[in-house]
């Protein structure tokens, strides 16, 4: 008997973008509704005030870039370079020789602005950070568990409710 | 600013929840915009209920937009609205959907970079299923476009629209359903297409008949398992109702 396939559900913005296929002739392919993502990254070098990096979807183009920044968000562009960055392969020390890749490729995409200038701002400037909060609340913690154990250190063989 | 039109976008929907404490410091931003530009163009007096609809023409931060607001920054809670349901959906124009969906795309390009700046400097992203909210409203709104086309199409042609499927016959002779799909060259024209699909030849008869018994043997054994089953409990129970 043959196994029944069951379709796996897939977020959106990992699924194929497919497209028509275009014949000579044929009027211009427009996009209504892009399903095209980008993020912008720290870059992760000192790089000139115009230069922006984006982890782009992995079926954008250079051109797709470009239009994308210049439609939707109203961002001239001077120059798009793209990047097909590998993760790291991996070796499993029980079989050693065979390599795999966990984690898919990224698209990376260098953009250069025409008019403009974008620094990376600082998101916690004058702020406290979740880690400094936790620090804070597991010493505050730690010293109110001393302060308990000074008080009941000769009745620590008993039962926390009966001290 | 984006991040503040999606909220007051979502926050219409809310209204009908009672969520106003939001709404109010959103829409009062946006109601002054709509304001202004309205005492532009008229020079007579201006009432008060078209001023107070909902103006959302885009005010561009260029990519700032790829950013929360600034008072979200370093902030431990983000307050976030519920996704958009179909029925509603149902009832807005296709530029209103049309406008949306940038609006959307440009929430989750938001909540996409938010989320990688946050694991850089090791931090939390408050309340991250906003992503799943924002993607959840996006397929409805493509479920919305797709019902709408389907019933155009079947208006105006009495077909829906989509590719559909035929029973075709693989290269071993076995019938599957299999979906229609564009080609470069129609498939006739295609020769390997036409080896490969439709086409039964005589050294298949062997196999097909092969395919038909094994079948057959498989329904054979589940039925005497069946009967088999019936037996042995009548035979333990013989007053019982074995079916």
Not at chain 1, 144 to 150: A, C, N, R, S, Y
Not at chain 2, 104 to 110: P, Y
């Amino acid at each position: 008997m043959a196994s029944k396939e069951v379709k796996r559900w897939i977020p959106l913005w990992k699924r194929l973008v497919k497209a028509p296929i275009y014949q000579l002739g044929d009027p211009q392919w427009r996009v209504f509704l892009p399903m095209f993502w980008m993020k912008m990254k720290k870059p992760s070098c000192n790089v000139p005030n115009d230069n922006v990096e984006f982890e782009v979807h992995p079926q954008m183009s250079r051109r797709d870039v470009k239009n994308y920044l210049e439609k939707i968000y109203g961002v001239n562009v001077l120059n798009v370079r793209t990047v097909l960055v590998q993760a790291k392969k991996r070796t499993n020390p029980a079989k050693p020789g065979v390599k795999w890749q966990p984690e898919p490729e990224k698209k990376i995409a260098h953009v250069t602005l025409a008019d403009e200038t974008f620094d990376w701002p600082d998101l916690w400037e004058n702020k406290k950070t979740g880690m400094d909060q936790m620090v804070e609340n597991y010493a505050k913690e730690t010293k109110e568990g001393d302060k308990l154990f000074q008080k009941t250190w000769e009745k620590q063989d008993l039962p926390p409710w009966f001290r | 600013m984006t991040t503040c039109l999606t909220r007051s976008v979502l926050q219409i929907s809310r209204n009908f929840i009672g969520n106003l404490a939001l709404c109010a410091t959103n829409a009062s931003r946006v109601i002054c915009q709509s304001n202004l530009t309205y005492s532009s163009r008229h020079i007579g007096p201006v009432s008060s209920v078209l001023t107070q609809q909902l103006h959302t023409s885009p005010a561009r931060h260029g990519l700032l937009e790829f950013f929360d607001d600034k008072r979200e920054w370093g902030e431990q809670k983000a307050k976030a609205g519920r996704p958009w349901k179909v029925e509603e959906l149902r009832l807005k124009s296709n530029s209103d959907l049309h406008k949306l969906w940038y609006v959307l795309l440009k929430e989750r390009n938001m909540l996409m970079t938010m989320e990688e700046e946050y694991n850089r400097e090791l931090e939390l992203l408050p309340s991250p299923e906003r992503f799943e909210k924002v993607e959840e409203s996006m397929e409805n709104v493509l479920k919305v476009v797709k019902e709408r086309d389907r019933a155009y199409n079947l208006l105006e042609k009495g077909e829906t629209g989509e590719p559909g499927g035929y029973r075709d016959t693989n290269i071993l002779g076995q019938k599957y359903w299999r979906k229609r799909r564009e080609s470069v060259i129609p498939s006739f024209m295609n020769k390997t297409f036409m080896a490969r699909h439709d086409h039964l030849g005589v050294w298949m008869n062997k196999l097909r008949r092969r395919e038909i018994e094994q079948k057959l043997r498989v329904r054979t054994k589940a039925l005497r398992r069946d009967r088999q089953r019936k037996e042995n409990l009548k035979r333990r129970y013989p007053n019982a109702d074995t079916d």
